[in-house]
């Protein structure tokens, strides 16, 4: 579907390319032509037909109204839908990465390559159709300066050939640098945003907003500075774009002989081919950048491919046979881990959770976590962490997160074991209820808790299990 949006932008671009360079072209040569008819008598003006030429000066300004609106319709939209596809295709892949060789990315940095980076990769798909419209309009153009002489449409030929090269030098002198800067100072900028929004209660509590405010000014300064000098290399080719028309359009002059009429028509087509191919030097300005988060993308890219989460019911996996140092666990057993604050506590349960890779003294079914694959560890591990991570949707979209393809009687399965049930089956939208930030109604405690029984496989019981009488006939009975 896209190939073919780009398709027709490129076909309307080409038609708008082509229109620009008729119109201002015709234009030129009707205007002498009628200025040299008035000038010649009564007699050669009233011979003069300005009908024709005043005709197609109008269809050709529609037609470049028009295919401009459809190419940039149609290549905006093929670029919003291939930046969508792309977003969630590295997010999917770095979401479910095996935690232990993923890229060692922050919160942060991940945002910034998935939302700056990809939007510098859009003009890629933007500026396609122009470039191939403006090799149509440079091709259009020196067909009509032949017209007045091929000297000079041989010179119009070198110089819209040089050009290309010219831009492409000048832009990576005067960008690549500021690029790569400002791609870092966001990357920075993002990662301190995403760590302090998370710990904006105890900067509250402590009085430490203007100390925050202060560690914020220096990426943000960076970033301003960056974008400064990209902004001026910008002014700085624009300028040359400038010059370089108006070199160009001098130089067909100079080297033109055929008729006035001719003459004007070679010089406005010229002038136009320039402009056409200005569209170029924005694409040459971007590349600096293109570049920069092509590299950065590139990390997620080349990262392992997703995990798939276990299928199995928890009823067919054979119980692993766990030893933590010297003590050897059961099937079943229940077991505290204590310590004091720094000891490894997290750690180990990282490790059995295939998160992260530690040098413990631990085996699971004789071998060291770090030798399993991440998809026997999730099958054999939950972890509920201290700090539950919510999303910012429906609880069923939080029950989704945590196994894909769970059924409505799991949710609330889940849910009843979790001491939920009957608080979310109260609520008027039930599994549709929208949590608000970090969990909304829910505590820390309950947003772990649920959302780690709809991760674990049937067949848990929490406090619901003796506890609670029989579920509500609204929802699904519990086992």
Same mark, same amino acid.
């Given at each position: 579907?896209?190939?073919?949006?780009?398709?027709?932008?490129?076909?309307?671009?080409?038609?708008?390319?082509?229109?620009?360079?008729?119109? $201002?072209?015709?234009?030129?040569?009707?205007?002498?032509?009628?200025?040299?008819?008035?000038?010649?008598?009564?007699?050669?003006?009233?011979?003069?037909?300005?009908?024709?030429?005043?005709?197609?000066?109008?269809?050709?300004?529609?037609?470049?109204?028009?295919?401009?609106?459809?190419?940039?319709?149609?290549?905006?939209?093929?670029?919003?839908?291939?930046?969508?596809?792309?977003?969630?295709?590295?997010?999917?892949?770095?979401?479910?990465?095996?935690?232990?060789?993923?890229?060692?990315?922050?919160?942060?940095?991940?945002?910034?390559? /998935? $939302?700056?980076?990809?939007?510098?990769?859009?003009? /890629?798909?933007?500026?396609?159709?122009?470039?191939?419209?403006?090799?149509?309009?440079?091709?259009?153009?020196?067909?009509?300066?032949?017209?007045?002489?091929?000297?000079?449409?041989?010179?119009?030929?070198?110089?819209?050939?040089?050009?290309?090269?010219?831009?492409?030098?000048?832009?990576?002198?005067?960008?690549?640098?500021?690029?790569?800067?400002?791609?870092?100072?966001?990357?920075?900028?993002?990662?301190?945003?995403?760590?302090?929004?998370?710990?904006?209660?105890?900067?509250?509590?402590?009085?430490?907003?203007?100390?925050?405010?202060?560690?914020?000014?220096?990426?943000?300064?960076?970033?301003?500075?960056?974008?400064?000098?990209?902004?001026?290399?910008?002014?700085?080719?624009?300028?040359?774009?400038?010059?370089?028309?108006?070199?160009?359009?001098?130089?067909?002059?100079? $080297?033109?002989?055929?008729?006035?009429?001719?003459?004007?028509?070679?010089?406005?087509?010229?002038?136009?081919?320039?402009?056409?191919?200005?569209? $170029?030097?924005?694409?040459?300005?971007?590349?600096?950048?293109?570049?920069?988060?092509?590299?950065?993308?590139?990390?997620?890219?080349?990262?392992?491919?997703?995990?798939?989460?276990?299928?199995?019911?928890?009823?067919?996996?054979?119980?692993?046979?766990?030893?933590?140092?010297?003590?050897?666990?059961?099937?079943?057993?229940?077991?505290?881990?204590?310590?004091?604050?720094?000891?490894?506590?997290?750690?180990?349960?990282?490790?059995?959770?295939?998160?992260?890779?530690?040098?413990?003294?631990?085996?699971?079914?004789?071998?060291?976590?770090?030798?399993?694959?991440?998809?026997?560890?999730?099958?054999?591990?939950?972890?509920?962490?201290?700090?539950?991570?919510?999303?910012?949707?429906?609880?069923?979209?939080?029950?989704?997160?945590?196994?894909?393809?769970?059924?409505?009687?799991?949710?609330?399965?889940?849910?009843?074991?979790?001491?939920?049930?009957?608080?979310?089956?109260?609520?008027?939208?039930?599994?549709?209820?929208?949590?608000?930030?970090?969990?909304?109604?829910?505590?820390?405690?309950?947003?772990?808790?649920?959302?780690?029984?709809?991760?674990?496989?049937?067949?848990?019981?929490?406090?619901?299990?003796?506890?609670?009488?029989?579920?509500?006939?609204?929802?699904?009975?519990?086992?």
């Amino acid at each position: 579907m896209r190939r073919t949006e780009m398709r027709w932008a490129t076909l309307a671009a080409s038609v708008a390319a082509i229109s620009a360079i008729l119109l $201002l072209g015709l234009s030129g040569w009707f205007l002498t032509a009628a200025a040299l008819a008035g000038a010649s008598g009564v007699t050669a003006a009233l011979a003069f037909n300005y009908l024709i030429p005043s005709a197609a000066i109008r269809l050709f300004a529609l037609l470049r109204t028009g295919s401009r609106y459809g190419e940039r319709l149609l290549s905006h939209r093929a670029a919003l839908r291939a930046m969508a596809d792309l977003r969630g295709t590295l997010f999917r892949k770095l979401a479910a990465q095996d935690g232990r060789a993923a890229p060692a990315l922050s919160g942060g940095d991940a945002s910034a390559r /998935l $939302l700056g980076d990809i939007d510098a990769l859009e003009d /890629l798909v933007i500026r396609q159709p122009a470039r191939v419209a403006a090799l149509i309009a440079a091709a259009t153009s020196i067909a009509l300066v032949a017209l007045a002489g091929w000297q000079a449409a041989l010179a119009l030929t070198v110089i819209l050939a040089m050009l290309p090269l010219l831009l492409r030098m000048l832009a990576g002198r005067l960008t690549r640098e500021p690029a790569q800067a400002a791609a870092d100072a966001l990357s920075e900028l993002r990662t301190q945003f995403v760590e302090y929004a998370a710990a904006r209660p105890e900067i509250a509590a402590y009085g430490l907003a203007e100390r925050v405010s202060a560690r914020l000014e220096g990426p943000g300064a960076a970033l301003d500075t960056a974008r400064k000098h990209l902004f001026v290399g910008e002014g700085v080719l624009a300028a040359i774009m400038l010059a370089y028309g108006v070199a160009t359009v001098a130089l067909v002059l100079a $080297l033109a002989t055929g008729p006035a009429h001719y003459v004007a028509l070679a010089l406005l087509a010229a002038a136009a081919a320039v402009e056409a191919m200005a569209g $170029l030097s924005r694409t040459a300005l971007k590349r600096a950048s293109v570049e920069t988060a092509l590299h950065r993308l590139d990390v997620i890219a080349k990262a392992a491919p997703p995990l798939p989460w276990p299928e199995a019911p928890a009823e067919t996996i054979t119980p692993a046979r766990v030893r933590l140092g010297k003590t050897r666990l059961r099937p079943g057993a229940r077991i505290a881990v204590i310590g004091e604050s720094g000891s490894g506590k997290t750690i180990l349960l990282e490790t059995l959770a295939g998160l992260r890779n530690a040098a413990l003294d631990i085996t699971v079914d004789h071998l060291s976590p770090a030798r399993h694959p991440a998809t026997q560890l999730r099958a054999h591990f939950a972890l509920a962490a201290q700090d539950a991570l919510m999303l910012a949707g429906t609880i069923a979209d939080n029950l989704r997160l945590a196994r894909a393809g769970v059924t409505k009687a799991d949710m609330w399965q889940a849910l009843y074991i979790a001491c939920l049930d009957t608080r979310i089956a109260s609520a008027p939208a039930g599994l549709d209820t929208i949590l608000g930030e970090a969990g909304g109604i829910l505590s820390g405690g309950s947003a772990s808790g649920w959302r780690w029984r709809a991760r674990c496989w049937p067949g848990g019981r929490g406090c619901c299990s003796t506890s609670r009488p029989r579920a509500s006939t609204r929802r699904p009975k519990p086992w």
